[in-house]
């Protein structure tokens, strides 16, 4: 198993795959586990090197938060993490770095969704080992990115009255998927829900998090980063608007768009055979 340490703050990060095949290395959305790439991982296994770390809080991955506050009443603690205690993409960029260097790691494919996508930006920006990126249902932040619709805010942080942990799982999560995926999948949105219990971040590390997102934006920095794009995004994101996309394929350098058509927030689970066709023939040409 695994481990890099940066500030005392240990990261879990799995490696597996071909050997000696380039890195592909798989960041996570907010609060989400391993679970969510693993889809894309067994695609490109055969041929790349996986790379798939916990981010903070995460997972097998240390909080890293100060030891009191994550005690505290949620009405306490919320505010307290987001304005003073809580993370930045900055930071989670240098986690990954971490984990990287811990590895012996260059010239890495970043693959990214959601929150992983902000870290995949902000590290290749600030970092010199990225190859590519592949940039899914995300947004550069910043004033001019279209934001989280408050209905969709309210559900994912919502606690419905009297409903239990599996119960609480499965509201919140409901904006991230189409209900016709939802409708028709059912013993696998369980299987997702046992999975986000075993492996998602707990709810003190899941507001810290969301702090980072909240501050994130590299908006006017884009144009530095010169490495080979693909962005990806669902049409029908409910989280992440697909405007997002749309704007970072357009001020990114060397970017290509690709939109999938009633995509959810989560199309790459939705629609994985697409994605992974997208995403290994964009590795193959680019990589």
């Known amino acids: 198993m695994p481990r890099a340490t940066r500030d005392g703050v240990s990261i879990y990060y799995e490696r597996d795959g071909a050997e000696n095949g380039d890195p592909v290395v798989f960041l996570q959305g907010l609060g989400y586990g391993r679970w969510m790439w693993r889809w894309q991982r067994e695609a490109v296994a055969d041929e790349y090197q996986v790379i798939a770390p916990d981010n903070r809080g995460t997972g097998r991955s240390d909080a890293g938060l100060p030891p009191l506050v994550p005690r505290l009443p949620r009405l306490l603690r919320a505010p307290i993490l987001s304005k003073l205690a809580?993370?930045?993409?900055?930071?989670?960029?240098?986690?990954?770095?971490?984990?990287?260097?811990?590895?012996?790691?260059?010239?890495?494919?970043?693959?990214?969704?959601?929150?992983?996508?902000?870290?995949?930006?902000?590290?290749?920006?600030?970092?010199?080992?990225?190859?590519?990126?592949?940039?899914?249902?995300?947004?550069?932040?910043?004033?001019?990115?279209?934001?989280?619709?408050?209905?969709?805010?309210?559900?994912?942080?919502?606690?419905?009255?009297?409903?239990?942990?599996?119960?609480?799982?499965?509201?919140?999560?409901?904006?991230?998927?189409?209900?016709?995926?939802?409708?028709?999948?059912?013993?696998?949105?369980?299987?997702?829900?046992?999975?986000?219990?075993?492996?998602?971040?707990?709810?003190?590390?899941?507001?810290?998090?969301?702090?980072?997102v909240l501050g994130f934006d590299v908006s006017d920095r884009l144009e530095r980063l010169r490495v080979p794009t693909l962005v990806m995004h669902g049409t029908d994101d409910r989280v992440v608007p697909a405007a997002n996309g749309e704007l970072l394929a357009e001020r990114l350098p060397d970017a290509r768009l690709e939109l999938v058509e009633g995509g959810s927030h989560c199309f790459f689970i939705e629609a994985a055979e697409r994605v992974n066709g997208a995403l290994l023939e964009f590795l193959e040409e680019r990589g």
């Open 86 to 212: 809580g993370y930045s993409i900055e930071g989670l960029a240098a986690d990954l770095e971490a984990v990287l260097d811990d590895a012996g790691l260059y010239d890495v494919h970043l693959v990214g969704a959601s929150m992983g996508g902000m870290i995949a930006q902000q590290y290749a920006l600030d970092y010199s080992r990225t190859k590519t990126l592949t940039l899914c249902c995300t947004s550069h932040g910043g004033p001019d990115a279209v934001p989280v619709p408050e209905e969709t805010q309210e559900h994912i942080f919502d606690v419905p009255d009297g409903a239990n942990e599996r119960e609480t799982i499965r509201h919140r999560m409901r904006p991230a998927f189409t209900e016709r995926f939802t409708n028709r999948n059912p013993h696998l949105m369980d299987r997702i829900i046992e999975w986000r219990l075993e492996q998602d971040a707990d709810e003190p590390a899941r507001e810290a998090q969301a702090a980072a």
